[in-house]
């Protein structure tokens, strides 16, 4: 295997691990650290210094739309966007940093996908907070954090935007799956 190929799914790999610890501090406590978004920015320039090694066209590499440009651009917009959310206080700060290293990560042609994942998985979201929790589990921790969302009606939205980019960073692994059946 070609070392920057390697080192990509290092990377990836990390980043996977790294979006779904903000998303758990973010459940439990309602803050992304920044110290995670810094490490999922950071892992996303390494991830382009090794595309960049490992690629024979550097001008795509760098300035198509499905390269890093595109990366950075997609990144920038969102992050923007989850400036204006913060702005007007449908955000928390965290969630408006995270959109960063999500637009990093999902790039420019990611951004349709990520976006209607992340309304379907907020639809979803919104209507199992009405549904009752059952009274056997009611009493675990998990449940009882459920019950703290529902009743202070403030959603840890960074859960859904990790869920969300995850199932759109998998989406083409599972494209690939289905063609092959």
């Known amino acids: 295997m070609n070392p920057m190929i390697g080192m990509i799914v290092v990377v990836n790999s990390l980043s996977v691990l790294l979006f779904l610890y903000a998303a758990w501090t973010d459940f ?9 978004v810094l490490a999922l920015v950071t892992l996303y320039a390494v991830r382009a210094v090794a595309v960049m090694l490992g690629s024979e066209d550097l001008g795509a590499a760098l300035f ?9 651009g997609a990144g920038l917009l969102m992050f923007m966007l989850g400036v204006v959310l913060w702005a007007f206080r449908l955000f928390g700060a965290g969630d408006a940093k995270l959109f960063l290293p999500i637009g990093l990560f999902v790039g420019w042609h990611g951004m349709l ?15 199992v907070l009405r549904l009752p929790v059952p009274l056997r589990v009611a009493h675990l921790a998990f449940f009882m954090r459920i019950e703290e969302i529902r009743a202070s009606r403030k959603i840890p939205y960074g859960v859904l935007m990790v869920f969300a980019v995850l199932l759109t960073l998998a989406l083409p692994m599972i494209q690939q799956q289905l063609q092959l059946r």
Not at 28 to 36: C, M, S
């Open 64 to 72: 198509a739309s499905s390269g890093i440009g595109g990366d950075v």
């Open 113 to 127: 996908p990520f976006s209607f994942l992340l309304l379907v998985l907020g639809i979803v979201t919104l209507l």
């Open 28 to 36: 439990r406590t309602w803050k992304i650290p920044n110290a995670v």
